[in-house]
Each structure stands twice: as structure tokens, then as C-alpha cells.
């Protein structure tokens, strides 16, 4: 039962940083993946404060439907309710950032906002619920996403700095060639696909 | 409103298209222009959102402060989202299995904030609705455009590819190329237009 159980949690987080990669598998939250992915540096940092609020919203958002909208058989408000959870984290966030890390914040710049439409974190936050987890599912799944997102980041934050050292056909350049090595990197991730521990 | 802003507005969509030029909105582009049918039929879920929210947030405009006025704009696409949600999961059980997921990813596409920020807040009602017409009608053709796409390539070369998100990933990359390309060749004549007629002035 036990072993069932931490099985479930190894699958998750396996699923979420790799099988089922948050950016290049699902294609969940491209802005930030396309925005932010020039600079490593502010990658990383985009990174973590994406990881930092997918993981917090997916918990709030889960004691929320399941203590509050369930009981009252009120489910349906449950985007305008996890939207809101969202919005006010991440306010909370960049208050937070400003005082703590000014580089870090002038560095994000508006992306920091946008966190609150990233779709990843609202998506999680849904997919948690219709799967029906319990609590320290959640807090996994939500990290997993979180560290799977991370690392696409980064990684596409390592090529793109390259890649500006070289002469890319001038209707490739910024978003175009981006497109194209984000869809070269998910072919390599769909060759994880093949990993399974259930 | 006169002729000029009209033109200007109601061309919006094609200008700044939002998928080709302004890169709004990808996520459910990639995710779901798996084939034409998802693509059209999540299009038109966002258009129907975006023009509504248009309308609903330049009528309120003057009543929203400015300090919430984020918070309230994700309020109303939020609950517009949910009429859609509920009409689709009553009416279209089949289509809700297929893009039941970003129907409720709506709410953060970055394309209706990004409008109601832009355009809506700051604009009487008219052109708040011909705003979100154009671009939602902008959204519908771009997305169903890569839809067609992806289904003609996944027909020619198989499923497994073109069907998948790594697909998406390219096709959208390499249709984005020849719209850049398409853009500059239009530009460059006009260019030599205009370097024409000032030779012919001078």
C-alpha cells in the first residue's frame, strides 16, 4: 500500500519533469518559455518564481475546491476562484521581489506580472483537481511542473544564447527560429515518452 | 468615430494579427490546431470571450478603478469563460472531451488581457466591439490556418508527427517565417513606391 503509494509520487515526478514536460509536451505556458528565454540568468530566476507560485497556487487552490467549492456543490466557480488564488500570489510575489532582489525584478520585468496569465499555473492548478489528488500529491505535482518548466527554460535559454552568434535567414529571426528549436527540443523530449513506472 | 480610425480598427486583426505578429496566445495555438475542427471550434470560443469582455469591460470602464482594475478584467473574462465552459460541457459533450482542458485555459490567454488593457479600457463601446470582432476573427483565421496545415501534413505523412506538439512547435515556426517574409516584401515595395514618387516630385 505503501509502496503503491510512493510509486504514484516517483511517477509524478517523473511525468512532470520529463514524459509529460509542462512547455514541450503539453505546450502550457509558451509566453514566459518564448519571453523570458534570452539571458539564462533570468531564466533561472523566471524559473524558480514560476515554480514558487505553481506549486503554492496548486496547494491553495486544492484546500480551497476541497474544503470550500465541493462542500457548497458550487465546483463551477472553481476558474473564477483558482484565477483570483493566482492574481494575488503572484502580487504577493512581486512585492516580495522588489524588496528582496531588485536585479531580479527589474530583470524579469513585466514578465513578472504576466505569471498570473501563465497558463501552466492555472492548467495545474485544473489538472490537479479533475485527477482528483490527494494533498501531498498536489504539492509534488505542482513542484515537478514547476522544476519540468525550469529546466525547459533554461535549456532553451543555453541554445538561444548561442544561437546569436550565428546567421539565421533574416524571416527566422526572434520568434520563428525560437518556434523551430522549441519544436526540435520536444521531438528529443518525446523520446522520454517511453519511460514508465506504472 | 470617423472613416480612418474605423479602417484602422476593423483591420486590426489582420495587421497585428494577434498569433503572427503580436506572438499572443500560443499555448492553445500550439496545443489544439492539432486539426481543423479543435482549432476552429477553440477559435471560436475565444472570440466569443473576447468580444464579450471587450464590450463588458468598456462599459465599465469608468466605474473600474484603476488600482483593481487588473483583478476586475480577470473577474469578468473569468466568469465569461465559465458561461462558455457550461454551454459547451451541456450542449457539445464531444467537443468538451477534445478541448474541454484550454477552454478553461481562456481565462489566462494573454490575447483578451491584453486587448481589455490595451484597447477596451481606454475606448467608447463601438470600437471596443469592432476591436474584439477583428482580432477575434484574426485569432479563428490564424489558428484554423495552422489547423489546416497540420491536418493536410499529418494526412500526407502520417499521425505521429504533425499531430504532436513538436509538430506544432515547427509548423507554427516555419508559417510565422512566411509571414515575416510576406511582411518585408510588402513593405520593401512600398518603399520603392514612395522613393519613386519623391524622385518624380523632385
Not at chain 2, 504533425?162 to 516555419?174: E, S
Amino acid at each position: 500500500m505503501i509502496m503503491d503509494y510512493f510509486l504514484a509520487i516517483i511517477s509524478i515526478v517523473i511525468s512532470g519533469i520529463l514524459t509529460n514536460n509542462v512547455v514541450l509536451n503539453q505546450s502550457i505556458g509558451m509566453c514566459p518559455f518564448l519571453g523570458v528565454s534570452k539571458k539564462t540568468q533570468s531564466a533561472i530566476g523566471m524559473g524558480l518564481a514560476v515554480t514558487f507560485v505553481i506549486t503554492v497556487a496548486s496547494c491553495v487552490c486544492w484546500i480551497i475546491y476541497t474544503f470550500i467549492l465541493d462542500p457548497l456543490s458550487i465546483g463551477y466557480l472553481s476558474t473564477v476562484a483558482f484565477i483570483l488564488v493566482i492574481a494575488s500570489l503572484v502580487q504577493l510575489l512581486d512585492i516580495a521581489l522588489k524588496k528582496m532582489s531588485p536585479t531580479l525584478y527589474s530583470s524579469l520585468g513585466v514578465y513578472l506580472a504576466l505569471i498570473t496569465t501563465n497558463c501552466a499555473v492555472l492548467g495545474t492548478a485544473n489538472s490537479v483537481i479533475s485527477q482528483g489528488l490527494d494533498f501531498f500529491q498536489t504539492l509534488i505535482t505542482g513542484l515537478a511542473i514547476g522544476i519540468g518548466f525550469t529546466v525547459a527554460l533554461i535549456l532553451m535559454a543555453g541554445i538561444r544564447e548561442k544561437q546569436e552568434l550565428y546567421d539565421v535567414p533574416k524571416p527566422f529571426r526572434g520568434f520563428p527560429i525560437a518556434l523551430v528549436t522549441a519544436g526540435i527540443m520536444a521531438m528529443a523530449f518525446y523520446g522520454f515518452s517511453g519511460l514508465s513506472f506504472t | 468615430m470617423n472613416k480612418e480610425e474605423f479602417k484602422k480598427t476593423a483591420l486590426g486583426g489582420l495587421i497585428n494579427n494577434p498569433v503572427f505578429v503580436l506572438v499572443l496566445g500560443m499555448c492553445p495555438t500550439i496545443a489544439k490546431s492539432d486539426n481543423i475542427i479543435n482549432a476552429l471550434s477553440l477559435g471560436l470560443c475565444t472570440a466569443f470571450v473576447l468580444i464579450f469582455s471587450n464590450v463588458i469591460i468598456s462599459l465599465l470602464r469608468k466605474a473600474i478603478p484603476d488600482k483593481v482594475h487588473l483583478p476586475a478584467y480577470i473577474v469578468i473574462i473569468a466568469s465569461l469563460v465559465t458561461l462558455v465552459q457550461m454551454f459547451v460541457s451541456s450542449f457539445l459533450p464531444d467537443l468538451n472531451d477534445s478541448i474541454g482542458a484550454f477552454i478553461s485555459l481562456i481565462t489566462v490567454n494573454c490575447i483578451i488581457l491584453g486587448r481589455a488593457e490595451a484597447f477596451a479600457g481606454k475606448n467608447k463601446v463601438l470600437p471596443s466591439l469592432i476591436d474584439g470582432v477583428s482580432m477575434g476573427l484574426g485569432f479563428i483565421a490564424a489558428i484554423t490556418l495552422l489547423g489546416a496545415v497540420r491536418q493536410l501534413l499529418t494526412i500526407i505523412f502520417g499521425s505521429g508527427f504533425f499531430d504532436k506538439t513538436m509538430g506544432g512547435f515547427i509548423v507554427l515556426g516555419l508559417v510565422m517565417a512566411v509571414f515575416n517574409a510576406i511582411f518585408a516584401s510588402v513593405k520593401e515595395k512600398q518603399r520603392k513606391k514612395t522613393v519613386l514618387i519623391e524622385r518624380e516630385v523632385a
